[in-house]
């Protein structure tokens, strides 16, 4: 059984910038695909990024170019560096694991969840 604990979010100014970690354990870190989502109130789980156990990325066009995926195998952390926040970027953001390689935006296809942490980006 998998146990992902997100830290890092925080109240920001919009420009600003929040690095998320997620800590996995229980389950092979280095075999799994990673992805981090966000839900906003009222709305539904929504793709940020993904990471496969190669290092291979994809991003929502949201996050293209502003934040960076990336894991540390050896410490079995997945990071988010977000840059440039904006208002809209504000919501819970949750990490997901998948126990496959390849690359996963759908949140179905993940097999194990952490609780979140708040984003709240203000202008």
């Known amino acids: 059984q998998a146990q992902l604990v997100e830290s890092g979010g925080g109240l920001v100014q919009a420009g600003g910038s929040l690095r998320l970690s997620c800590a996995a354990s229980g389950l092979t870190f280095s075999n799994s695909s990673m992805g981090w989502f966000r839900q906003a109130p009222g709305k539904e789980r929504e793709f940020v990024a993904s990471i496969n156990w190669g290092g291979g990325t994809y991003y929502a066009d949201s996050a293209r170019g502003r934040f960076t995926i990336s894991r540390d195998n050896a410490k079995s952390t997945l990071y988010l560096q977000m840059n440039s926040l904006k208002p809209e970027d504000t919501a819970v953001y949750y990490c997901?694991?998948?126990?496959?390689?390849?690359?996963?935006?759908?949140?179905?296809?993940?097999?194990?969840w952490g609780r979140g942490t708040q984003v709240t980006v203000f202008s």
């Open positions: 997901a694991q998948k126990t496959a390689g390849g690359v996963y935006w759908r949140p179905y296809e993940y097999d194990y």
